[in-house]
């Protein structure tokens, strides 16, 4: 199985910061990763697919890159709006795995 | 619009079955897949399997196969979850998600509301 190590498990951080947080696959995915936002009591909202496309309707200060192994995710200046749990998720091959999360909260 | 729609809330005794309903609309249902994700309280999301509608072959995460099956009727455009012998470690939200086939910028685009099952004595 495909392992996914997301890193960090939390961060604070101001508004204005740029942030980055870090998706590690234990094998080659290609770019068959996602990114999602979630904010407590809510749906999933997926910002990110095919490890760097942005979802229509995403503010552009969300980015995403790599490919392989590793995998980004920038929020170039964090809103207020941003605060919340990010998760990445790979669908590679069987069976698909989400990182543990990343908590953004404020500084 | 493209929407996935849930049944409502459920509360189980362990040991019993639950069934969640997970309704399409608004795009062609046979053309995706749906997979199931799972959230515990406080804990991250778990993907639990997918199924594809037009043919109803199926992947199960290794942790659930033999109590949880996943279905279809294209005739409603409905997915559903059955998850057997409940456990209290089962109490979590259950999100639908659409999935492309063979098309990443379908995957996991479309969620359902989410269904909140309790399993409690």
């Known amino acids: 199985d495909i392992q996914m190590t997301q890193s960090p498990s939390a961060m604070s951080a101001s508004v204005g910061d740029r942030v980055t947080i870090t998706c590690r696959a234990s094998?080659?995915?290609?770019?068959?990763l996602a990114w999602f936002q979630q904010k407590p009591g809510k749906v999933p909202k997926r910002l990110i697919y095919a490890a760097s496309s942005l979802q229509s309707g995403v503010p552009s200060r969300f980015s995403g890159s790599g490919s392989g192994t590793e995998f980004t995710l920038t929020i170039s200046s964090l809103q207020p709006e941003d605060f919340a749990t990010y998760y990445c998720?790979?669908?590679?091959?069987?069976?698909?795995?989400f990182g543990q999360g990343t908590k953004v909260e404020i500084k | 619009q493209v929407q996935l729609v849930q049944s409502g809330a459920e509360v189980k005794k362990p040991g019993a079955s639950v069934k969640v309903s997970c309704k399409a609309s608004g795009y062609t249902f046979s053309s995706y897949s749906i997979a199931w994700v799972r959230q515990a309280p406080g804990q991250g999301l778990e993907w639990m399997g997918w199924i594809i509608p037009f043919n109803t072959n199926t992947y199960y995460a290794r942790k659930l196969q033999g109590r949880v099956t996943m279905t279809t009727d294209t005739s409603t455009s409905t997915a559903y979850m059955e998850l057997r012998s409940l456990r209290s470690d089962d109490t979590a939200v259950y999100y639908c998600?659409?999935?492309?086939?063979?098309?990443?910028?379908?995957?996991?685009?479309?969620w359902g509301q989410g269904t909140m099952v309790t399993v409690s004595s």
């Open positions: 998720l790979h669908h590679n091959s069987y069976p698909w795995t």
């Open positions: 094998q080659d995915i290609s770019d068959y």
């Open positions: 998600a659409r999935v492309g086939l063979g098309d990443s910028s379908a995957a996991f685009d479309i």
